[in-house]
């Protein structure tokens, strides 16, 4: 069985991050739908695609070193080890500066290019250039990893709640004012701005309190520390799986608004959102155990595979009731929105699908990267996108707006059985 304390520490975990993430995913789903009653269904998605621009090129620099904190600094600060937590932290907050800085200068330069792919006019060219600029609050990486190491999922809870608390507010404002796109599109600069500046200063003053030292005082910031093998392994494994996992999530939507047109593109974003009731579990669900399966491979403690086994069994699960839950509501749902958004109610059933399988699958990836199987979990997602994106393009033709859902679901099954092969293959060694 499962050592008591760790459960129940997940358990405790997951329910504050839970509460932050519903409040988060309610006030998303509800400025989302209020833009997309406000605008058009083609403004809506220009809105959408501007955004979900900036996400992926933000993602394709996203070294993601929450994750390398809690692998590396757990061990440290079980420890003792001050010295070494200070290197580590030292490090990746070089990595998450540099990375911000050349998303920022990536997003400027490939602004016109997208814009000829996305159907954009030079007046939305231009918005892009400028909202590219957001990227230099994306330095962030240390500040969350630092909350997990010290067990402040509550902090982050929080942290989930801001930028949402601002979009809903800005977005009821405009809709009430019957502002145009142009405000719309500032609502959504201004909330990622200001949750990604509360997350560092919040994330810094934890250190601050923990450790007595701040991260920016006495440093030598032109030297990038030393870093072992295992470290550059895991990064660069990690980087690559955000990758992977960036392909449906952002470059999806962009491949339906060349494909199908901005206003499929809304569409789509639209159904994602409704699938985010499924999908933001998974991934929290994945955050609480990585830290506590962590400590418990350091620890020797019993009870690893149970713990991971049991809460897939309980995901997938809660999954199928709301799978099933939307097969009638679908439509109803939608059509409160805008009469012209349900046609995107079977996409809607097919996205929370593939968003139950994802869920089932968040215990068996905290577990992979526990054990250090990085490079197996990434394999594994590379097949799948893959097969996604293949699926995607080939069945766009043919069943139009449907076919990335289905894509999604194949791509997510795939690798739920393949994560599950590969876990229970490590409890005989």
């Given amino acids: 069985m499962a050592d008591k304390p760790v459960a129940r520490r997940v358990l405790r975990n997951f329910g504050v ?76 907050t070089l990595i998450d500066v540099m990375a911000s800085l050349a998303a920022t200068l990536l997003g400027v330069s490939v602004a016109s290019f997208a814009g000829g792919f996305l159907h954009w006019d030079a007046g939305m060219i231009s918005f892009a250039t400028l909202y590219s600029l957001v990227m230099l609050t994306t330095a962030i990486g240390t500040p969350n990893g630092v909350l997990r190491l010290y067990d402040r999922f509550d902090t982050l809870s929080i942290w989930y709640t801001v930028g949402p608390t601002i979009r809903i507010t800005g977005v009821t404002i405009a809709w009430l004012t019957d502002a145009d796109i142009r405000v719309f599109i500032v609502v959504w600069a201004i909330a990622f701005v200001v949750e990604n500046c509360w997350l560092f200063v919040r994330g810094h003053r934890e250190l601050s309190k923990h450790l007595g030292w701040s991260l920016w005082r006495g440093q030598n910031w032109q030297t990038i520390p030393a870093t072992s093998s295992e470290f550059r392994r895991f990064i660069a494994m990690v980087y690559w799986q955000t990758n992977v996992d960036l392909l449906p999530k952002h470059l999806s939507v962009l491949l339906a608004g060349g494909l199908l047109g901005p206003a499929a593109a809304g569409m789509f974003r639209l159904a994602r959102d409704f699938s985010s009731i499924l999908s933001k579990p998974a991934m929290m669900l994945r955050e609480v155990l990585f830290p506590d399966l962590t400590r418990m491979l350091h620890n020797n403690a019993k009870g690893f595979h149970e713990l991971g086994f049991k809460a897939v069994v309980v995901a997938g699960v809660a999954g199928l009731v709301l799978v099933m839950l939307s097969i009638p509501a679908a439509t109803p749902i939608l059509g409160i929105i805008g009469q012209e958004y349900t046609p995107a109610a079977p996409l809607l059933t097919l996205m929370l699908v593939a968003a139950t399988f994802e869920l089932a699958g968040s215990p068996l990836r905290a577990a992979a990267y526990a054990m250090g199987r990085v490079a197996q979990v990434l394999r594994i997602h590379v097949l799948s996108v893959s097969i996604y994106f293949g699926l995607f393009y080939l069945l766009t033709p043919v069943v139009g707006l449907k076919s990335p859902g289905v894509a999604a679901s194949i791509g997510s099954l795939l690798t739920l059985l393949l994560m599950l092969k590969m876990v229970q293959s490590t409890r005989s060694e």
């Fill in 17 to 92: 991050v839970l509460r932050g993430r519903s409040i988060a995913a309610i006030f998303t789903l509800t400025a989302t739908a209020l833009m997309a009653r406000a605008l058009s269904a083609t403004d809506f998605g220009l809105v959408i695609l501007l955004h979900t621009y900036v996400l992926a090129v933000r993602g394709i620099l996203n070294f993601r070193t929450f994750e390398v904190i809690v692998k590396f600094g757990v061990p440290l600060h079980t420890s003792g080890d001050k010295t070494g937590l200070r290197r580590l932290l030292h490090t990746t």
